[in-house]
C-alpha cells in the first residue's frame, strides 16, 4: 500500500486526502500543532475520514521521535511548508537525516508557487521563462526553497522531486465570493481593501491589489488535488514526456499549475458579485486604491505541460466555472453567503 507523508497538512492537503483515501492510500500529516482534528480540515464531522496528524514544527534541526518513526514507510513525501528567508525548513531539518531514513520513497513533491517568475509585464509564463523574483522576495524564497530541495535529493540520492508552482489558490471557504459577502456583511466596501484575498491558504502568497489591473492566474483546490494525485500515482521511474525545465538542473521537474483564463482582481470579484446578485464591489471615492508593501506582479501562467504530460484536464478551467460551483453549493446550505 503506497504511503504519502504530506509535512504541513493544511487547506489544500485535506482535497488531496480526499482524493487519495478512496483509493486505499495510506497518509499521515504534520502540523506544527495538531489541535484541530484533521477530519475538521477535511469538511467532515466523521472521526473515520481522520488522517493521523504529527506534531512537526520545522526549523528545530530535529525531527520528533513519532514522525521518525513514520519515514521508513513512507513511498511518497509532499512538502506545503512555506519558506522563509532561509529557504524551505523543512530541507534543512531533513538535511540530518541519514540517506537509509526513507528506503521506501520513489516520489518526491514539493509545493511552491509562481511567484518565482516576478513581473512579466502581463505576458504569458511557462517553466522556461526566466524566474525574476528577487532574493529575500515572497517568490525569491519559494525559488530557493526549490533549489534546495533539488540539492538535497541529489545529495541523499533520493528521486528527483518535482516542484509544482501553483498559482493563486481558491476553493470552498475561500474564494472571491467569501471575500464579497465579508464586504456585504460589513455594509463596507472598503472591507475589500484591508481584507485578505479570501483567506488563502498558506500556501498561496498575496495576489495583486484591487484596482491594479495586474493579470493573475488561479487553480481551483480541487484541481490541485487532482494533479498532484495523478503525478504521484505515475511510475517514479517513468521518464517525463515533455523536455526537462531550463530553470534548474537536468533532474528538476517541474509544472506549473493554473487554470486557462488569466485575470485582474477586479475582474474576479465583481463575477463573483454577479453570482450572489449584488453590485460589483467598489472601493468608496475617499479611500485610494488597495494598497499593498509588496510590487505588483502582472503575468498570465501557462500550465499545459502537466495537462499533456498527466493526459488530464481541469475540472475548473475558470474561475467562471469554479465559482459557480462554489456558489451553487454554499448558496444552498443553511446561514452560508449573505443573499441580496
Known sequence: MPKLLIVGFGYSAGFLAKELR???WQLVGTRRSPSTPSHHLLGSDDSYDSVPILAYSA???AIPPALLDQLPTVSHLLITVPPTADGCLVARDFASLPPQSLPALRWIGYCSATNVYGDH???WVNEDSPCKAKPGSRGGNRLLAEQQWQQLAADKGWPAPIVFRLA???GPGRSALDRVAQAVSSKDDGQLVSAS???LPPMSDNLPPIGSNAMVSRIHVVDIARLIAASMMQQASAKPAHPRSASLNDQAIIYNLADSLPAPTDAVLAYAA???GLPAPTNPPDRPKES???AVESKKVDAQRILQALH?????PSYREGLQAIAAQTLSAPNSLPKP
Open 59 to 61: 526549523g528545530n534541526h
Open 197 to 199: 484575498a479570501g483567506g
Open 121 to 123: 509585464g502581463g505576458a
Open 168 to 170: 493563486g489558490i481558491y
Open 312 to 316: 488530464a484536464t481541469l475540472c475548473y
Open 274 to 276: 454577479s453570482l450572489l
Open 292 to 294: 499593498t508593501t509588496a
Open 22 to 24: 478512496p483509493q486505499g
